[in-house]
């Protein structure tokens, strides 16, 4: 009995935190975006989804989480090849390639805003090299594509080492007898890469893909540094009806809304980068 029951022990803690950190704050906002004063309502969606803010900062989200994403996938694919192949010097290497994680979301949208305001370091450089007379606006609230970009490069600049983590620590378990035997076949690296590292790294890829995506649809610290209320995104309306225009209950919804769009995200990537059983190492 004490051995069956010993599974169920280790699981207790992970589930006490799901429950206190998860389960309980969902129920909460739930409660908060379908009750009024008259009980269960969607006035609260309604609300929401007439404000003109929404659909831009829904449609924001969508496109700075379609770019980053994909982008950070291919730098982190690289970043982890180039770590798996070095026989000396990895860990520095890694040390260096990791250095980002060590900043916040609002100190990383300081730094790039120190590089694209007036008298940052972009616009000195270019007056430097005689590229521009003058130091220009590059984030002005006339300049939308250029706030788009800072908050991008930023965003890849910051978070691309958390996925290159994750797959790193995935191909350091991939048998060196695939690649090996590949190799005999005269498969080239390009190939090996493709047909033996990619299928063997799928579960590391669902994890990194989701975990960022999720990540991406949050995206809120780099956006109100670099833009402030500029470039609506769905988390800083939810901060900003929270806050500033003090309505809990249309907050809540937008969570939701984030929530679900989260969810979705992660079934397509559960769907898209399953493993085939008999695939599995």
Known sequence: ???????????????????????YPFVQIAVLAFSGPDGFTMSHFQ???????????????LILTAI???VQLALALSMASIVTRLKTGRNTILYIFAIPLGLSDLAAGIIWLAIFEQSGFLNSLLVGLGVTDQPQLFLGYQNIGWIFAAVI??????????????????MGIIPKEYYEAAEVFGASPWKRFWKVTLPLLRPSLQTALILRTIAAFEVFAVVVALGGTTLPVLMGETYQWQFALRDRSVAASYALVILVISIAATLVFLRMLRVPREARI
Not at 50 to 59: D, E
């Open 47 to 61: 609300r929401m989804a007439t404000h003109w803010k929404f659909g831009t900062a829904l449609t924001n989200t």
């Open 1 to 23: 009995m004490p051995n069956k029951a010993l599974p169920y022990l280790l699981l207790t803690p992970a589930l006490l935190f799901l429950l206190v950190f998860f389960l």
């Open 153 to 170: 490069i930023a965003e890849i600049w910051r978070a691309t080492a958390i996925m290159m983590v994750i797959l790193v620590s995935g």
């Open 68 to 70: 980053i994403v994909p």
